[in-house]
T-cell receptor, first 116, second 113 residues
């Protein structure tokens, strides 16, 4: 099946650091990738939709200057949490979809971000 | 406003028996529904999906039922196995909204040996 690789799996860093998370589709080209955030014991909340070659579409309440998304190729999207603070600590998950119709999204294994 | 709801936060089932996970939705524009399984510290894994033109889809031990009039879907796992223990999320999307997924809150399934 479709494989999505997310890296790193865990990051622990000091407040004020910027952190980059990579999401790669390994065996298919993804024109659209998605970034989610999951709080403890909560559902996945869509943060933004990343479109190859164009600007990301952010959900209401998500700061685009805080969470920078770049989708430079059909197999790679990056999320950069800029000047991270403890409240940004969370589990971030990316997904990718092969096609634009009714296709399932395939998820990476997530990144646990801990800001001290 | 939660458009996709999983009202049971947890479910405990004996190995070999049937597990039934339920999901309700409010948006009548949803036309594609999916179930994902998630282990701690991992991303969700796609299990099974169903289009709104169908009322049942089966894949091995997993069957998804869709009742459009009741805006309800369910996932049946039979027979349940201890390895099925995980959090199950239902998700829905609408073609008119770009097929973005809206997730339910998840149900933790525990299958006891």
């Amino acid at each position: 099946g479709a494989v999505v690789s997310q890296h790193p799996s865990r990051v622990i860093c000091k407040s004020g650091t910027s952190v980059k998370i990579e999401c790669r589709s390994l065996d298919f080209q993804a024109t659209t990738m998605f970034w989610y955030r999951q709080f403890p014991k909560k559902s996945l909340m869509l943060m933004a939709t990343s479109n190859e070659g164009s600007k990301a579409t952010y959900e209401q309440g998500v700061e685009k200057d805080k969470f920078l998304i770049n989708h430079a190729s059909l197999t790679l999207s990056t999320l950069t949490v800029t000047s991270a603070h403890p409240e940004d600590s969370s589990f971030y998950i990316c997904s990718a979809r092969d096609g634009t119709g009714n296709q399932p999204q395939h998820f990476g294994d997530g990144t646990r971000l801990s800001i001290l | 406003d939660q458009q996709v709801k999983q009202n049971s936060p947890s479910l405990s089932v004996q190995e070999g028996r049937i597990s039934i996970l339920n999901c309700d939705y409010t948006n009548s524009m949803f036309d594609y529904f999916l179930w994902y399984k998630k282990y701690p510290a991992e991303g969700p894994t796609f299990l099974i999906s169903i289009s709104s033109i169908k009322d049942k889809n089966e894949d091995g031990r997993f069957t998804v039922f869709l009742n459009k009039s009741a805006k309800h879907l369910s996932l049946h796992i039979v027979p349940s196995q201890p390895g099925d223990s995980a959090v199950y999320f239902c998700a829905a999307s609408a073609r008119a909204a770009g097929n973005m997924l809206t997730f339910g809150g998840g149900t933790r399934l525990m299958v006891k040996p």
